[in-house]
């Protein structure tokens, strides 16, 4: 697990990074921090450690889909709020309060979808990566064929990302 973690959160960390290096006006107007970025990209899936997911030896008591906010949960008690808003909102394309009620997920009500850029770039380069088939990029077909089972609204916010980020 921890292999498969830290494998994963680099290959998001470097293509977040990759993204700012396309941008550096935001660097410059201050609107994303590069460290910040890399810390939040390499802390975006602890989460993963409390719940149960047997093809990447994730052996918790909880679901996959709590991974975000319980991961929050364990940032925010190691001081790292900033970080947390990131874990809790990567999921996807982000969660909108109305789908948590609306598919009754097993998650708090509230809205996770990404606010900052930061958390955008963040939440977009994870989709390019799977922890299940480490090493291997997502193809955009894939990547769209993905958000699109979620729906209308999870896929325009896959195409804002990409307006944004790609």
Known sequence: MRYILLTHSRQVADRALQVLDRHPEWEEQGLADRRFVEEAAMLHDIG???CDAPKI????S?????????????LRREGFPKHALVAERHTGTGITIEQVEREELPIPE?????Q???EKIICYADKFYSK???GEEVSLDKIKYNIWKYGHEA???WQELVALCG
Do not use: M, N, Q, T
């Open 48 to 50: 993963i450690i409390f």
């Open 57 to 60: 030896h994730c052996h918790g």
């Open 62 to 74: 909880h679901k996959y889909i709590e991974h975000g906010y319980l991961g929050a949960e364990l």
């Open 110 to 114: 509230r809205d996770y979808c990404p």
């Open 116 to 118: 900052s850029l930061e």
């Open 132 to 134: 299940s088939h480490l």
């Open 155 to 157: 896929f325009v916010r």
